[in-house]
């Protein structure tokens, strides 16, 4: 892999532009980046419910406006993780908030009128004094087991600046399709093969309520948190064109394969309204025998 990288500011691009102008950056870059596409009211008041669970071990400073560590830290997988993902997952306003119109249209932007929102959402939290334990490069294309419409979509719960563990993406690798993996430490296990001429990186500071769009192939990483106490959190998902097939792992909450507790079952069990329980079980194209190669 070639060490030898520099930086590019993200290109971005803005919700009353051309949806060809749009489709056509998309393809050539292999993302869209919004800036406040999400109402930041909206994304304080879902860092706050996290907030909420992650005590003792997060906590929240308000000059800086940021999530800090207020214990040990940790990774997806250690113990703290483990107590308080649950948590986070149970929350009916975290589900919900990929299925609200703000982001439902950014979605539609890419995949069409009739979109299917994975069930699987992800919350990340990359916690300072964990290096070597940040996102690898990786295309969800792999991870996802994903068809030829599937995209990536994920907001920046509070802004996010240089060293915070900022989210950078590799433009125009999503045009030689699914590429080879091997194993690494960090979110996901795998990390992808980077040709030798990929040398630039997409990556800005980011503002709370700023998305990134991406096709599943676009390789994206996070850089390490290099604070001495900022937790950087943001939340992702996957969707695609309705009817598309949906590889069986994604209608599973995530992490749902590890902790015993984290199933639909107990998710669902504190919700007022019952309309996004299950939304999903009538979708008519989940397989469940993966695709080779
Ligand atoms: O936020 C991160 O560190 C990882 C996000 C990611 O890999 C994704 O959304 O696919």
Redesign the pocket.
Known sequence: MNTNTKNEALIISNLDEDQAVLKKRFQEYGYLYFKKAINAQRCQQQLDNFLAVLSPYIGYNPETKTPVLTGSAFGETDAIWDECYPKMQAQESFHSFFHEPEVSSLMQLMVGEQVFAYPMK?A?I?CPNKLGF??PP?Q?AHSHQSGPTMC?I?VALHDIKEGM?R?KMLPGSHKQGVRKVLQADG??GVQCEIFEHETTWHVSDMQQGDVIIFDSCCI?K?EPNTTDEVCRM?I?TRFCTYGEPVFITNIDPHHGWRIEQLNWETIYQGWKNNDLQYYWKDYPEIFSVMKTG
């Open positions: 992800m990340r990359s940040e996102t990786h969800d990536g994920w563990g989210l979110v996901g994206h996070a943001s992702d």
